[in-house]
């Protein structure tokens, strides 16, 4: 039983289209909200200078389960976090 969650080497940037997180997207399956909804910056990330606020929701990027009686969330470090945020809206819903 193997859940993940996002770190900084899953944002894998194709240098073609600029996509963010495919790869994550693709080798892995979580418990989906809804399907992703990934907003691809206009520049490219570079490796040591990655910003901490992505558009990346639902999909992979946050999720829940529960596991025996323990109730699991994942949070998504690099999707927003603030109050209006659908990761928030999502987290107050959970708790």
């Known amino acids: 039983f193997l859940q993940v969650a996002a770190g900084n080497h899953d944002i894998e940037q194709d240098p073609d289209t ?20 990934i907003l691809n910056p206009t520049e490219t990330i570079k490796a040591n200078n990655v910003p901490l606020s992505l558009s990346y929701d639902y999909g992979n990027s946050y999720y829940s389960f529960i596991y025996g009686p323990s109730h699991h969330i994942i949070l998504n470090p690099y999707a927003d976090i603030r109050p209006d945020s659908p990761q928030y809206e999502w987290l107050q819903h959970e708790l």
């Open 18 to 37: 600029m996509d963010i997180f495919k790869a994550y997207e693709h080798r892995f399956r979580m418990p989906r909200i809804k399907p992703p909804v």
